[in-house]
Every structure is written in C-alpha cells, then in structure tokens.
C-alpha cells in the first residue's frame, strides 16, 4: 500500500499530515500528487467524498515552498463554486501549512472588500476564490494574474451547473500560459471535456471510480408519495419527512435535507422547527456569517437538521452524516449522487432516503440510468386516501355565498331572487316607475313649465 512518504512531498507537509492523523493517501490522491509535482497538468476525476481537496493542496504546498510572493500578484490561484467550499479549502491549506511560512487569501462574497483588498495588497501565496468575487477585485484593480505559476479548479461540474463556465474561461485566459493547471470534476460533460481540451496541456488524467456513481456504503431508498390533494400535497409531504425522520430513531444522529428552491429550503426548516425538530436552513441567499454559524452548529453537533439546497451539495466535509434526505428528487440525476455523498464518508455506512410525487418521476427514471440501478422502494408512511372519485355530475353543487348571506353560506330562496331575464325586463306591464318606483322625487312628476316657473 502507498503511503504519503513514498509520494515525495515536502518533509514539513509529512509532518502536518501525520499531526492530521492520515497515513495513506486515497486513489485520487495517490494517482494526482507525483504528476502534480512534476510540473504537469493534471485531469482528475472522482467522486465526492474521495480526498480531492488534498490531492491538490499537498503537492501545490510542496511547490510553493520556495519563494515569495509580490503585492497583488498571488502565486497560485484554486477556484471553487461556493463560499463554503471555499471556506473548506482555506482550511486545509492552514492545515497542512502549519510548519510552513506560505501565506493565503479568501477571496468570496458577503466579506469587506477592504480586508480582502489588505490581504492581497501585502502578497499572498495561495489565493482561494469564487469566480464572480474574483473578477470583481481584478475589474477594480486591485489584483493581476499574471504571476499564477498553479491554477485549480475544484469541482469543475458544479461551476458548470451554476453558470460560471464564462467566467472560469475569461480567468484562464488572464493567467501566464506556461501556467500548471488542476483540474478537478465528478462528472465529465461535453461542455467541461471542451474546456479541458482548450486549456490544459497534455494532461494526467486520473479517474478512480466510475463517472457520478453512489458510494456501496449507503443504503438508498425512495418513498412514491401523491397527495390526497393538489392543495395539500405540499403540507402532507413535510408530514412524510417527519415520518421518516421518526422512523428512523436514534439511528438518525443528524442529517442534511435537501430541496430543489431556496423558498421551500426556509418553509421546511420552519415547519421542522414548528415541530420541535432542531432544524436550520442554508442557501445563497442567506448572509454569509450566518451560513457560517450555521455549518459550524453542524459540524460540531449542536444542530440537528440541515436544511440545504444544492449550495451545500458538494465538497462540504462533515464526515459523520447518518442520514440524507431528497425533500424534492434533484432535477439534475448528478446532484443526487452528490447529495446523498454527504453521508456514507471515509468508509462509514450511511443512509439516504427521497420523496418522489408524480411529475418528478421522469427525474427519479434519470437518476436511476445514471447510476445503473433500481433505488428500492419504500412503503409510504402516511396511508393517504385517495380524492372523492365521485363522477362530477353527482357531486352535490355548492351555493354561492352573497353578500347579505348569511353565515350558513346558504342562498336566498327563489322567490327573493331575481332571474337575469326578469332583471333584463323591468317595468314591462307595470305601472310603477321601475328603478325609482313608489319613491320617485316630486320634482320630477312636475312639467317643465311648472319647474321652470318654480
């Protein structure tokens, strides 16, 4: 078996990564460290929850331990498409910095700009970014690229899905050519296998696990779910979660939820709170210090329940997630592998279960070809009946409420009613004025001669 010792890495990098607690590197790291250090452009393709993050910040640690870098111009550059991964990264290069005197910037949204612009103005070896926070501080000014001897990026298939494909290629083209690129995906779609083909040069491709495959650590399940009603499908759905959740008992010691939108992220996690469950929700539009303290309660087990969209789908490392839950079936088949990778980490056993309604089950028949299996099914938990299936016609007709009804909702009776033909038809063979009837103003019964003389 390989150990991190064979790898050639710095011997202060060793010594951080035995003060971490690892002794042999993973297939994509052990496949990605020996090109990496010898200056070559490298393609690696793996799974998450694999040891990427560290297959590229070990041996960019052991390259950049000579030298120094000038004010504003960082000597490498790792892109990532969320402040969270991000955040993650940052930590695993002080992490494994630690006898090390190489310096970093974070560069992501919901942060000063001045204390970023500080940071960047003193020289920093290692600048860690999201693209969109990252062509803001270049526009400005305060930033050139033109010194990156290592660029990274991570998670290469999710900047795809988040639109940020147009960015990433206007930053390689700010970069030096001769520049030693990493590029980091789960899967390989067309447009990425184009951009891997423009900018890396003759690369090292290095995939460990078959393209967007679920880890045989966890167990999958899904429950086939119809409302009873279109108006109550959304509220009968929670009731389903609650019911799996409880199901579970104390072998569900925390668990990440995921939904599709942002708006049903916060609706879930106030009803899950309403209930006494220990929820939080987490999305992009949520403040950045708040996503924090979020993550952190967590991480650390102070909060139970994270309610997430797909902002926390990839990269994030909690390693000891019992359980994940497909509130919404992902609309992209890769998402679900991505999200149910959050538990079953480092070689633990996990469990992932999803609610499927009917007009998603084109997307549960994606995701079933995507990883080349049957998710079994699970008994639906909350026996709904089924809607009135009484034939129209015989269904008894509802009386519309008027308003001098009264508060039985019933109709005036027939005789005080008037048909629209007899409203259409007023004063025909009557006597009276109709409209102004036995109270017709006096003034108007008098002739003109007797008004005018009046």
């Known amino acids: 078996m390989t150990k991190f010792s064979d790898l050639n890495l710095n011997p202060k990098v060793l010594k951080a990564i035995d003060e971490a607690g690892y002794e042999?590197?993973?297939?994509?790291?052990?496949?990605?460290?020996?090109?990496?250090?010898?200056?070559?452009d490298v393609l690696g393709i793996a799974q998450t929850g694999t040891g990427k993050t560290a297959s590229f910040t070990l041996p960019m640690i052991t390259l950049l331990a000579r030298g120094r870098a000038r004010a504003r111009m960082p000597r490498s550059l790792v892109l990532c498409p969320t402040r969270e991964l991000a955040a993650q990264v940052a930590e695993n290069f002080d992490t494994y910095t630690n006898h090390l005197k190489l310096t970093k910037a974070l560069l992501i949204g919901g942060v000063s700009f001045k204390e970023q612009d500080a940071l960047i103005d003193r020289g920093v070896d290692v600048l860690i970014a999201t693209p969109g926070r990252l062509l803001d501080h270049f526009e400005r000014g305060k930033l050139l690229l033109t010194g990156v001897q290592i660029m990274v990026v991570d998670e290469a298939d999710r900047m795809l899905d988040m639109g940020f494909i147009p960015d990433i290629e206007r930053i390689f083209s700010l970069t030096p050519f001769t520049r030693q690129t990493l590029f980091f995906s789960a899967t390989m779609a067309p447009e990425i296998e184009r951009i891997t083909n423009t900018f890396l040069s003759a690369p090292e491709r290095v995939e460990v696990a078959?393209?967007?495959?679920?880890?045989?650590t966890i167990e999958q399940g899904v429950v086939m779910f119809k409302g009873s009603r279109r108006d109550r499908e959304s509220s009968e759905k929670r009731k389903v979660l609650r019911m799996l959740i409880d199901a579970e008992g104390e072998k569900c010691t925390n668990a990440i939820i995921f939904c599709n939108r942002k708006t049903d992220v916060d609706i879930v996690a106030k009803s899950m709170k309403k209930y006494g469950y220990d929820a939080a929700p987490i999305h992009g539009d949520l403040d950045q210090s708040q996503r924090t303290k979020t993550l952190d309660g967590f991480r650390e087990g102070e909060l139970r329940f994270l309610i997430a969209s797909d902002v926390a789908a990839r990269g994030l490392d909690v390693p000891s997630?019992?359980?994940?839950?497909?509130?919404?079936?992902?609309?992209?088949?890769?998402?679900?592998v991505h999200r149910i990778g959050r538990t079953g980490r480092a070689g633990r056993e996990g469990k992932a279960m999803m609610i499927c309604v009917p007009r998603d089950e084109r997307n549960l028949g994606d995701i079933e070809a995507l990883i080349q299996k049957e998710i079994p099914r699970i008994e639906n938990p909350l026996k709904v009946e089924k809607s009135d299936d009484t034939p129209?016609?015989?269904?008894?007709?509802?009386?519309?409420?008027?308003k001098d009804d009264g508060e039985s909702g019933e109709s005036k009776p027939a005789e005080k009613r008037r048909s629209k033909s007899d409203r259409g038809n007023r004063g025909e063979g009557s006597s009276k004025v109709v409209g102004l009837g036995d109270h017709t103003p006096s003034f108007i019964e008098l002739s003109f001669d007797e008004r005018r003389a009046g």
């Open 24 to 40: 042999s590197p993973t297939p994509i790291q052990a496949g990605a460290i020996p090109p990496a250090l010898e200056g070559r």
């Open 210 to 216: 078959r393209q967007a495959t679920a880890s045989e």
């Open 321 to 336: 997630v019992s359980h994940v839950f497909n509130f919404d079936v992902p609309s992209h088949a890769e998402d679900y």
């Open 392 to 402: 129209k016609d015989e269904r008894p007709k509802r009386g519309r409420r008027r």
